[in-house]
């Protein structure tokens, strides 16, 4: 009866001396636990910068900007105003044209500030707005920019079309909003395949431009501007020599354009580009040598398929303009 008693009381010492340690190496887990959350804590701390600034690149330049960036300013930049469109972002200040906001830009524009004219900031309206990044134009003065960035860090949006995508992008990265960026560039190629597929045949042969009146006067543009990139680049129609021709905004006259004879004609006319000459869309329309033209002679004359202040080469002047052909040319 002894010897069975010390056997029981060994056993209860030994479960005793097992849950000691036990109790001990849950301590040493949890607190090496809690050290391993202090420490991936402080390398997510360590990896910001210590300003709270993050860097973004774009085209080549880096940028360094808020970690959040929230207050937007816009000047100058038509095209991140068309992107801000198509992302659904409100800037706090934004260009006004004729010293109002344009209608192309409402769905943004509802909380913003006019901060001046396409060429003309307000530097001290955008200094009261407080912007965390400022959107600038690559057609800005070395001055001009040199003011703006005195304000707030600011970036400046290529003008040139080929880069619409990395303009998109731009606002997508500072905004957050990558995903949707990636969608609306997916779903435009996608359509854009489905639009090549449907009228290369119709259109092969044919000659399709587009012009636009400023002052009275239609200008052509090179073919990687304008509404051309589509039309040439995105679609592959033939581009017509007085288009392959011209380097920039190229004034073209009634003759040059009755030679180059057009099969379809897109023409963009605002009233605000052309104040002097508030009856040059009609006074075109009706000149004899315009009307034998192809493109008249057989009613494939499109006037204002899209907003006349669009700028052609972003994403939303894009999506817009395919649907417009879409609608116009393949029937």
């Known amino acids: 009866m002894r010897n069975k008693f010390l056997f029981i009381s060994m056993i209860a010492v030994f479960m005793l001396i097992l849950a000691a340690c036990g109790e001990k190496k849950t301590t040493e887990e949890d607190t090496s636990t809690d050290s391993t959350k202090e420490e991936v804590a402080q390398t997510q701390d360590d990896s ?44 706090v200040g934004a260009i006004a044209v004729g010293g109002k906001f344009p209608e192309l830009y409402a769905a943004v524009t509802d909380k913003a500030a006019s901060i001046g004219e396409k060429i003309k900031p307000n530097f001290e309206k955008i200094l009261e707005l407080d912007p965390d990044v400022i959107l600038g134009s690559t057609k800005f003065p070395e001055e001009v920019q040199s003011k703006l960035e005195k304000i707030a860090p600011t970036i400046l949006v290529s003008h040139i079309s080929t880069n619409w995508e990395s303009n998109l992008n731009l606002l997508a990265e500072l905004t957050g909003k990558q995903a949707e960026a990636e969608k609306i560039l997916s779903t435009y190629k ?140 393949d029937k």
């Open 48 to 91: 910001s910068n210590e300003n709270g600034t993050r860097t973004i690149d774009y085209l080549g330049e880096s940028y360094e900007v808020p970690d959040k960036v929230e207050r937007i300013v816009v000047t100058g930049a038509m095209e991140a105003m068309e992107d801000m469109v198509v992302l659904d972002v409100h800037p």
């Open 190 to 329: 996608a359509d854009i395949e489905a639009a090549k597929s449907s009228l290369t045949e119709k259109l092969e042969g044919k000659k399709v431009a587009a012009i636009r009146i400023r002052g009275g006067q239609a200008y052509v543009y090179p073919k990687e501007v304008f509404l051309n990139p589509v039309l040439y680049g995105e679609l592959g129609l033939e581009v017509p020599a007085e288009i392959a021709k011209a380097k920039s905004q190229e004034a073209i006259s009634v003759e040059q354009l009755a030679d180059m004879n057009p099969d379809y004609l897109f023409v963009q006319f605002s009233t605000d580009e052309n104040a002097d000459a508030p009856n040059a869309l009609e006074d075109f329309k009706k000149n004899p040598i315009i009307q034998n033209i192809n493109a008249f002679k057989n009613e494939q004359v499109f006037v204002n398929v899209v907003n006349p202040l669009m700028e052609g080469g972003p994403a939303f002047s894009r999506i817009t303009f395919l649907e417009a052909i879409q609608q116009n040319l």
